[in-house]
């Protein structure tokens, strides 16, 4: 049997050092590093987004079908629509729901909704065609121009983003509404589609300094 050899009575405890050292290193690093929050992808906010992707075909099927009562509820499925585009971002940021996924099926949702809308409605005669294209090159060319410097850096929404979604989505209401008066819907029609090409030349100005500033600083 083996004797147990005590520590005389006067001496100091081992230094808290030689106890963390003595742990196992995955212990002491798990211990070191702060935890990770992981998202789930299947968050509300998320679901929100699929959603709102998933009742487009339904507002469109609504919008072709005739007769006025039609014509309402596929308004009511817009609004609809257009409410959770700003309730899942808000959600998001509220309560850190931001995933990978959603910043990809966030702006294809929104894009799905105000293309078909405008697509649907030139094809009923009701909307220019030249409009759809403007509005609908603008989209595409502002999403092709985040991706082709995003090497350099992320290019964030603007708050005229903002005002062009929300003109956007009042104007297309107004058309989608039965009994609307024309002249308003072509001037809150045409603010939005002002707005429209505003903020899109503002992405090109700043995606070039963006670009500028990245390859200065890498000179440097």
């Known amino acids: 049997m083996t004797d147990r050899i005590e520590p005389p009575s006067g001496a100091a405890p081992s230094p808290p050092e030689a106890a963390t050292a003595a742990q196992p290193p995955s212990v002491a690093h ?3 590093e702060p935890l990770i929050r992981r998202v789930s992808t299947w968050n509300i906010a998320n679901v929100l987004t ?3 992707l998933a009742i487009v075909p339904v ?3 609504f919008l072709f079908v005739e007769g006025q009562g039609w014509r309402i509820a596929a308004l009511g499925v817009f609004v609809v629509a257009s409410v959770t585009d700003q309730l899942d971002g808000w959600l998001a940021r509220k309560y850190a729901l931001i995933t990978d996924f959603g910043k990809i ?10 293309g078909s809308a405008l697509v649907s409605l030139s094809i009923l005669g009701e909307i220019p065609w030249w409009v759809t294209i403007v ?6 060319g502002v999403t092709l121009l985040r991706f082709m410097v995003i090497r350099h850096g992320v290019i964030p929404a603007s708050y005229g983003g903002k005002i062009k979604t929300v003109l956007q989505i009042v104007a297309i209401g107004l058309y989608i509404l039965p009994g609307v008066p024309g002249p308003l819907r072509w001037i809150t029609l045409g603010l939005a589609l002002i707005v429209t090409v505003g ?3 503002d992405y090109v100005f700043r995606a070039i300094r963006l670009r500028r500033v990245a390859k200065a600083a890498r000179s440097e």
Do not use: M, N, S, Y
């Not at 509005?135 to 595409?140: D, K, L, S, T, Y």
């Open 50 to 52: 699929i959603a709102r």
């Open 59 to 61: 507002f469109i099927v």
């Open 135 to 140: 509005v609908i090159a603008r989209e595409a």
């Open 30 to 32: 798990a211990a070191a």
């Open 105 to 114: 099926a966030d702006p294809i949702a929104d894009k799905a909704l105000i």
């Open 199 to 201: 903020t899109g030349a």
